[in-house]
């Protein structure tokens, strides 16, 4: 415990440089925009900005995109309090209650009670990665190849159960992920699969062109689909002095504040669209325990509280699974992971002892990068309120531009932006099918992952697939997932118990 | 809704159909020593009988609840849709004759008229002014090497 102290120490050190502390701002800052503007979220905006880093060194550059990460999370709160309209699925929970204090005239301390909780939230969950993270690296090396499959089947599973209107069509998305990623070289013995003699599939299909495709270009072609007058919206913008919220209203938020980040700490850890999970869970706990239950949906403080931080500390504890397993559990940790990959940083068990220097001055800048966005927030909400005001008709073709730049500066290739319109338009039909996009693309990112740890698994057993449920931890994912794939189906018998019997309109989960 | 996953279903069927059918034209192997079609093929598999599940599901379903048609609560626009697709289109097949400055003039020039800004000042100016930001940004601030095509910038 006092080695990683010291060891947080030294990372401090290398986030505090000038070079880290303007790339942790420029994080902030860009992650708080993406967050505001509805329509881009965290996944397109680290996807687009990815090119952007490429000269930096790798712990600079993580130290950005975590930062967009994690701003994106404190900007989505203030457009679905100012306009009902969450800028980033996990603020949905915040527009109940955020937007009923907005309309009583209480959007300013709707936003900096927001802000508040999300600082105190991130900051105590990064102490919760300080500390847990590096023991459980140690345990994570007792991890093989059966031990992995399984923990990456548990992750599709209780995703595909939480995401989307139907646990099969989740499936079925993450089945698409996985056959797309096993386009370009086999990684076991090299033959070249489904690339059909074009060079440019040998490698791949990027998935820098899959996701700002399937979340930049498809959630544009949405809006677009909209007449002209569903565009523009009417935006509420708070003045400065009417910003801060009462000894009273503090008072009420700091139990749900502290309450939010316990929640959130622990949802990170789990497979799963975490923050999305947390706000939920959180909102659900506070209406329980409330004094006064019939206050939440009216513009109950509470209720912009609890699920804000636990929104920040599921971001910050979501860290844990990609750095320790390697394993993102969300799609916009996938992106980080590929980001990681690129500037040749293999996340595991290994990487506290290999990349000192990345790993705790990543997250020494995410302490830094609270700091500096409850700065940005409190203030500056006005500022970021009437960004909200440029008209979306000037906003999407400028959202287009940037995706075809960023686009061709990865590979400075025409070819992948071909990729990019062809999944954009992918995109743009799996919202019109009511289908999810984040599981395909945790599958495409985890695909060659999980097809490695499943052949090499099987090259150990001498094909006998018993070797996944010999093994105790690899049995234990097994069993979870069994335990969530069965969750649907007595919710099924329960419903049409209590009906008498008629059919039910969808399995899965809540909406994500 | 109920034709929509049909659609749905059926489509990603035939992905499932087709991903098997091309893994059977690799190596597949033994589970001991697996071939690079193996996988591929289970997936394309599992995929195809997802779909039969959504598909079975759906049938059943349609058949107990009668359909029932909930008119769309926002009218939808095709054309604009058509529209702008085309216009990305084009402006990646002049992506490198043209170079990017003026592609990305031409581009927000073309996409903020199918937008409907009428004015033909705003939309020029305005395009032409967001272009010469963005080429500043990229090329260059952030020295990113984007074609120069023939205007040669």
Same mark, same amino acid.
């Given at each position: 415990?006092?080695?990683?102290?010291?060891?947080?120490?030294?990372?401090?050190?290398?986030?505090?440089?000038?070079?880290?502390?303007?790339?942790?701002?420029?994080?902030?800052?860009?992650?708080?925009?993406?967050?505001?503007?509805?329509?881009?979220?965290?996944?397109?905006?680290?996807?687009?900005?990815?090119?952007?880093?490429?000269?930096?060194?790798?712990?600079?550059?993580?130290?950005?995109?975590?930062?967009?990460?994690?701003?994106?999370?404190?900007?989505?709160?203030?457009?679905?309090?100012?306009?009902?309209?969450?800028?980033?699925?996990?603020?949905?929970?915040?527009?109940?209650?955020?937007?009923?204090?907005?309309?009583?005239?209480?959007?300013?301390?709707?936003?900096?009670?927001?802000?508040?909780?999300?600082?105190?939230?991130?900051?105590?969950?990064?102490?919760?990665?300080?500390?847990?993270?590096?023991?459980?690296?140690?345990?994570?090396?007792?991890?093989?190849?059966?031990?992995?499959?399984?923990?990456?089947?548990?992750?599709?599973?209780?995703?595909?159960?939480?995401?989307?209107?139907?646990?099969?069509?989740?499936?079925?998305?993450?089945?698409?992920?996985?056959?797309?990623?096993?386009?370009?070289?086999?990684?076991?013995?090299?033959?070249?699969?489904?690339?059909?003699?074009?060079?440019?599939?040998?490698?791949?299909?990027?998935?820098?062109?899959?996701?700002?495709?399937?979340?930049?270009?498809?959630?544009?072609?949405?809006?677009?689909?909209?007449?002209?007058?569903?565009?523009?919206?009417?935006?509420?913008?708070?003045?400065?002095?009417?910003?801060?919220?009462?000894?009273?209203?503090?008072?009420?938020?700091?139990?749900?504040?502290?309450?939010?980040?316990?929640?959130?700490?622990?949802?990170?850890?789990?497979?799963?669209?975490?923050?999305?999970?947390?706000?939920?869970?959180?909102?659900?706990?506070?209406?329980?325990?409330?004094?006064?239950?019939?206050?939440?949906?009216?513009?109950?403080?509470?209720?912009?509280?609890?699920?804000?931080?636990?929104?920040?500390?599921?971001?910050?504890?979501?860290?844990?699974?990609?750095?320790?397993?390697?394993?993102?559990?969300?799609?916009?940790?996938?992106?980080?992971?590929?980001?990681?990959?690129?500037?040749?940083?293999?996340?595991?068990?290994?990487?506290?002892?290999?990349?000192?220097?990345?790993?705790?001055?990543?997250?020494?800048?995410?302490?830094?990068?609270?700091?500096?966005?409850?700065?940005?927030?409190?203030?500056?909400?006005?500022?970021?309120?009437?960004?909200?005001?440029?008209?979306?008709?000037?906003?999407?073709?400028?959202?287009?531009?940037?995706?075809?730049?960023?686009?061709?500066?990865?590979?400075?290739?025409?070819?992948?932006?071909?990729?990019?319109?062809?999944?954009?338009?992918?995109?743009?039909?799996?919202?019109?099918?009511?289908?999810?996009?984040?599981?395909?693309?945790?599958?495409?990112?985890?695909?060659?992952?999980?097809?490695?740890?499943?052949?090499?698994?099987?090259?150990?057993?001498?094909?006998?697939?018993?070797?996944?449920?010999?093994?105790?931890?690899?049995?234990?994912?097994?069993?979870?997932?069994?335990?969530?794939?069965?969750?649907?189906?007595?919710?099924?018998?329960?419903?049409?118990?209590?009906?008498?019997?008629?059919?039910?309109?969808?399995?899965?989960?809540?909406?994500? | 809704?109920?034709?929509?996953?049909?659609?749905?279903?059926?489509?990603?069927?035939?992905?499932?159909?087709?991903?098997?059918?091309?893994?059977?034209?690799?190596?597949?192997?033994?589970?001991?020593?697996?071939?690079?079609? +193996?996988?591929? !093929? #289970?997936?394309?598999?599992?995929?195809?009988? %997802? @779909? $039969?599940? =959504? /598909?079975?599901?759906?049938? &059943?379903?349609?058949?107990?609840?009668?359909?029932?048609?909930?008119?769309?609560?926002?009218?939808?626009?095709?054309?604009?849709?058509?529209?702008?697709?085309?216009?990305?289109?084009?402006?990646?097949?002049?992506?490198?004759?043209?170079?990017?400055?003026?592609?990305?003039?031409?581009?927000?020039?073309?996409? +903020?008229?199918? !937008? #409907?800004?009428?004015?033909?000042?705003?939309? %020029? @100016? $305005?395009? =032409? /002014?967001?272009?010469?930001? &963005?080429?500043?940004?990229?090329?260059?601030?952030?020295?990113?090497?984007?074609?120069?095509?023939?205007?040669?910038?």
């Amino acid at each position: 415990m006092f080695e990683s102290f010291q060891h947080l120490i030294t990372g401090f050190g290398i986030a505090l440089t000038i070079h880290n502390l303007f790339y942790c701002l420029m994080g902030a800052i860009i992650g708080t925009l993406v967050g505001v503007l509805p329509g881009l979220g965290p996944i397109a905006g680290i996807a687009l900005l990815i090119p952007a880093t490429y000269n930096l060194n790798a712990t600079s550059a993580i130290i950005m995109l975590a930062g967009i990460y994690y701003g994106a999370m404190y900007g989505g709160s203030t457009t679905s309090i100012l306009l009902n309209v969450p800028g980033e699925t996990a603020s949905v929970i915040t527009c109940i209650d955020g937007y009923q204090m907005a309309q009583r005239g209480r959007a300013g301390p709707a936003l900096a009670t927001c802000a508040i909780g999300s600082f105190i939230a991130g900051s105590i969950a990064i102490l919760g990665l300080v500390f847990l993270a590096p023991p459980l690296a140690e345990a994570a090396l007792a991890f093989g190849p059966p031990e992995y499959f399984s923990l990456m089947v548990f992750g599709f599973i209780v995703l595909c159960n939480v995401t989307g209107s139907s646990l099969i069509k989740s499936l079925m998305m993450a089945v698409i992920g996985l056959i797309i990623g096993t386009i370009g070289l086999d990684p076991v013995t090299g033959v070249a699969r489904f690339t059909f003699n074009s060079m440019s599939l040998l490698s791949g299909i990027e998935f820098v062109a899959v996701a700002i495709g399937l979340f930049g270009i498809g959630e544009v072609l949405a809006n677009v689909e909209k007449p002209l007058e569903f565009l523009e919206g009417t935006v509420l913008v708070p003045r400065l002095r009417e910003l801060y919220p009462t000894l009273q209203d503090f008072k009420k938020s700091i139990g749900p504040i502290l309450r939010g980040t316990g929640i959130g700490f622990g949802v990170g850890l789990v497979p799963g669209p975490a923050p999305v999970i947390a706000t939920y869970s959180s909102y659900m706990v506070e209406r329980k325990i409330s004094r006064n239950p019939g206050e939440f949906g009216k513009g109950a403080i509470e209720g912009v509280a609890g699920p804000e931080s636990a929104n920040n500390s599921a971001c910050q504890s979501a860290f844990i699974p990609l750095f320790v397993l390697g394993i993102p559990f969300a799609p916009p940790t996938a992106i980080l992971l590929g980001a990681l990959l690129i500037h040749g940083v293999s996340p595991g068990p290994l990487m506290i002892g290999q990349h000192p220097a990345l790993f705790w001055g990543v997250i020494a800048s995410m302490y830094i990068g609270n700091f500096i966005l409850l700065i940005l927030n409190l203030p500056f909400v006005p500022l970021f309120a009437n960004i909200l005001r440029i008209p979306k008709k000037v906003l999407l073709p400028l959202v287009i531009l940037f995706c075809i730049t960023g686009m061709y500066t990865v590979n400075n290739s025409v070819f992948d932006i071909w990729m990019m319109l062809l999944f954009g338009g992918i995109g743009f039909l799996i919202r019109k099918l009511d289908y999810e996009g984040a599981p395909l693309l945790l599958a495409l990112v985890l695909g060659p992952k999980l097809e490695v740890a499943f052949r090499q698994s099987l090259m150990i057993s001498h094909g006998d697939f018993r070797i996944f449920l010999d093994r105790s931890i690899s049995m234990g994912f097994l069993l979870a997932t069994l335990l969530f794939l069965l969750i649907p189906v007595f919710r099924i018998i329960l419903k049409s118990a209590g009906k008498g019997g008629g059919p039910t309109g969808s399995i899965g989960g809540n909406k994500g | 809704m109920s034709r929509d996953e049909v659609i749905g279903g059926t489509l990603a069927f035939f992905f499932g159909a087709a991903a098997a059918y091309f893994s059977l034209k690799m190596p597949i192997g033994t589970f001991r020593a697996a071939g690079s079609g +193996l996988f591929p !093929l #289970g997936l394309g598999i599992l995929l195809m009988g %997802l @779909s $039969l599940v =959504l /598909l079975i599901k759906v049938y &059943v379903q349609a058949k107990a609840t009668r359909e029932k048609t909930t008119p769309s609560e926002v009218p939808r626009s095709a054309k604009q849709v058509i529209l702008f697709v085309s216009a990305i289109t084009v402006a990646t097949l002049l992506f490198k004759p043209l170079g990017y400055p003026l592609v990305s003039f031409l581009l927000l020039f073309a996409l +903020l008229r199918i !937008l #409907g800004m009428r004015r033909w000042v705003y939309s %020029l @100016s $305005l395009s =032409l /002014l967001t272009a010469t930001g &963005v080429y500043f940004l990229f090329v260059l601030w952030l020295q990113i090497p984007l074609p120069k095509g023939w205007i040669g910038l």
